[in-house]
């Protein structure tokens, strides 16, 4: 999955622009920088790829979802829907904003399962949040029906998805807002940053505005521009942006390096009679970062995995006892330990996790393998992989 595999000329080339001109930030200075404008080069270069009218660059892809949900007016109190599978990110960025994180089940898909977000909808929810984790898609237009039917906002976490698609769209670009990832170890990589993409004219103004202090970038001089509502920083930089330039052209090269090793691996354990695939929704197609599988049972997961590990199958997860992931091992979330006091809607509405039954996601993550796909493979190390991974998943029946 890592675009830092392949960082390479490009990417030095375009960071090279920057530190020629000096302008290390993406807002004025325009007589300094020589015409670039990083930035707003990679915004205009993901809104075409991602087939979306607006995208708006920020510092992390958790900067992505916290204003995101801000620009779309979500608040304190409000109710946001995620899965029980994703990364502390989702529940970080609704609290960010006193909201309220309501966790659901996810499915054979491993994401949102439609049946049990639409069991957890009250008169407080605001917004359904899918995760596409490791490289697929929840069913977005199950999804779609749901937030249709209740007037709810849908915001696809495509952080680990990019570059995959439903129903002939870019995932990130079904829903009401999208948000990516390029963190160091995402498919492609600023270093740090994260986007948001939308075709609602005022989201992106909120987040034009939000992610910037409330500036409303009227004019060329920040010093007397205004400030119509409340913002914060979460601002790229140019440093970043550049990095982002030269990765975004790369995408599409490294999601056929992904499927073409994806490929070698899947051919190779589809024969096996106890591995079954995570299931993909129909009219998706996956981004290949990851082969995610499940054995019989969860036992036999941990024993398989363990078993990858010890004959040099590296970067395989087992999702269900990782402390970053899985609920199970969100302790912090559960027992609400923050360093300051916590926003009242949020210590009133948090629904007390210990006592959740997860059954259903436990069902599925128990069972659930997924291993990385790497770009920097040679065809050799793949066909060596899959080889050797059949040889040890084939004795766990
Ligand atoms: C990486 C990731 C994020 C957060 O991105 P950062 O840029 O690291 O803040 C959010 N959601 C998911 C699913 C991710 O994998």
Redesign the pocket.
Known sequence: MPGFELFGESEKSQVQDVLDSGVLMRYGFDGMRNNHWKALELEAALSKRMESKYAQLVS??????TVALASAGVGAGDEVIMPTF??V??FESILAIGAIPILVDVDDTLTLSPEAVENAITDKTKVVMP???CGSMADLGALKAICDKHNLLLLE?A??AIGGSYDGKPLGSYGDLG?F???Y??TITCG???AIITNNEQYKINADHYSDHGHDHVGNNRGTETHPFLGYNFRISELHAAVGCAQIERLDDFLSIQKKNYTVLRDALSPLANITFRKVPEGGVENYSFISFFLPTTELAKKAHTALGEAGVDACFYWFDNNWHYYKKWEHLTHKRSLGKLPQEVVNQLPDYSKSDFSKSDAWIGRTISCLVKLSWTDEQVTERAAKMKDVLEKFI
């Open positions: 992390s892809g958790t900067a992505a979802l994703t990364f990110a989702s995760v596409h984790m976490d952080c680990q948000c990832s390029f963190d170890v995402k740090e940053g994260g």
